[in-house]
């Protein structure tokens, strides 16, 4: 016979060890009695935004509960940010940043919050290749060989379109012409929606972008892979030469995705928000979602997401100062 399990005696038997933690914390907090406000540091169109909404959708499917994506771009990611810091810890504002946010201490000297001390790490959500991807009426090169040529054939006469200065899109595209020796003009956009419309438009000429945004208008026909970043190809993309293949071995760049709660969000409301989001990605909605967008769904704990983002920050300050990449 079947029990129903009260508020209080949720409690007790947590706290006899006989029920789960996320079943405790969900009898306690009781969140979310409201809509979830996202707060998404790009435009909409974005690599952000093609995990955010399907995010969305499934947390109202299985909470009963809106989460509403709040865009808010400018400045590399660094607006929304500033903003998403300023919420209440009360579990209703969250913030869905990415690999930018571990770039941006590099880039932006002055920053008015800190990824570290002003947030708490909840999940990574998604991990994406980036994609070398031409405009195929303004660049004629069948892979990247011809390509390299027409670059070098042509320096300064081709240009490339990011997400904004000090996105992963920028310094991707400084790591490009670092390892291959050529010159393309940096065109930095305020998210990486707009940058690749104009991409699709014909108004650029290239970018370096997440699989996650680019993946549709490749399959479409808008825009033509040349090369995914790292040592093996993608399975949304089998044809498609990883950096490896076409001589450059230590071209390795991938966009991810991550949620934090504002400091002070309480412990029970963290347990509950990363419980949602684990049941989200267990779905096959999302399952479909991330595998046709080339990402894998992250699994660290909260704990071991927070130590990536920490060794993330070190790894890119080491690739800025390098490349030496500035901001324009």
């Known amino acids: 016979m079947h029990v129903p399990i009260t508020r209080r005696g949720a409690l007790q038997l947590a706290g006899a060890g006989l029920?789960?933690?996320?079943?405790?914390?969900?009898?306690?907090?009781?969140?979310?009695?409201?809509?979830?406000?996202?707060?998404?540091?790009?435009?909409?169109?974005?690599?952000?935004?093609?995990?955010?909404?399907?995010?969305?959708?499934?947390?109202?499917?299985?909470?009963?509960?809106?989460?509403?994506?709040?865009?808010?771009g400018g400045a590399g990611g660094t607006v929304g940010a500033s903003a998403a810091?300023?919420?209440?810890?009360?579990?209703?504002?969250?913030?869905?940043?990415?690999?930018?946010h571990a770039i941006a201490p590099s880039m932006y000297p002055r920053l008015d919050y800190d990824l570290e001390k002003d947030f708490i790490p909840l999940a990574l959500l998604a991990n994406v290749p980036q994609v070398v991807v031409v405009n195929p009426r303004r660049v004629e090169a069948g892979d990247l060989k011809s390509f390299l040529a027409l670059v070098k054939r042509n320096p300064a006469r081709y240009n490339y379109a990011s997400a904004g200065a000090g996105t992963s899109h920028h310094l991707a595209g400084e790591l490009f012409k670092q390892q291959t020796g050529t010159f393309i003009t940096h065109i930095p956009y305020r998210g990486a929606g707009p940058a690749l419309a104009d991409l699709i438009a014909g108004n650029v000429?290239?970018?370096?972008?997440?699989?996650?945004?680019?993946?549709?208008?490749?399959?479409?026909?808008?825009?033509?892979?040349?090369?995914?970043?790292?040592?093996?190809?993608?399975?949304?993309?089998?044809?498609?030469?990883c950096a490896a293949e076409v001589g450059l071995p230590d071209y390795t760049v991938t966009t991810w995705y991550g949620l934090w709660a504002p400091k002070g969000t309480p412990a029970d409301i963290q347990a509950r928000v990363v419980e949602e989001v684990q049941r989200?990605?267990?779905?096959?909605?999302?399952?479909?979602?991330?595998?046709?967008?080339?990402?894998?769904?992250?699994?660290?704990?909260?704990?071991?997401?927070?130590r990536f983002v920490s060794a993330e920050i070190k790894r890119w300050a080491a690739v800025v100062q390098a490349s030496g990449a500035k901001l324009e």
Do not use: C
Request: aromatic fraction near 8%; charged fraction near 15%; proline fraction near 9%.
């Open 19 to 72: 029920l789960p933690a996320a079943l405790a914390a969900r009898a306690q907090s009781g969140w979310p009695g409201k809509p979830v406000t996202l707060v998404v540091p790009f435009p909409a169109g974005g690599g952000t935004d093609a995990f955010a909404r399907p995010l969305a959708a499934q947390f109202a499917k299985l909470t009963g509960k809106t989460l509403v994506i709040d865009n808010k």
């Open 280 to 306: 989200a990605g267990a779905t096959d909605e999302i399952k479909t979602v991330w595998a046709s967008n080339g990402a894998e769904f992250g699994t660290l704990t909260p704990a071991q997401f927070g």
């Open 85 to 100: 810091a300023r919420l209440q810890p009360d579990g209703y504002g969250l913030f869905m940043g990415a690999v930018h």
């Open 205 to 241: 000429d290239v970018m370096f972008d997440g699989l996650g945004s680019s993946a549709a208008h490749i399959k479409g026909g808008r825009i033509k892979p040349l090369m995914v970043s790292g040592g093996k190809r993608n399975p949304s993309l089998p044809d498609v030469p």
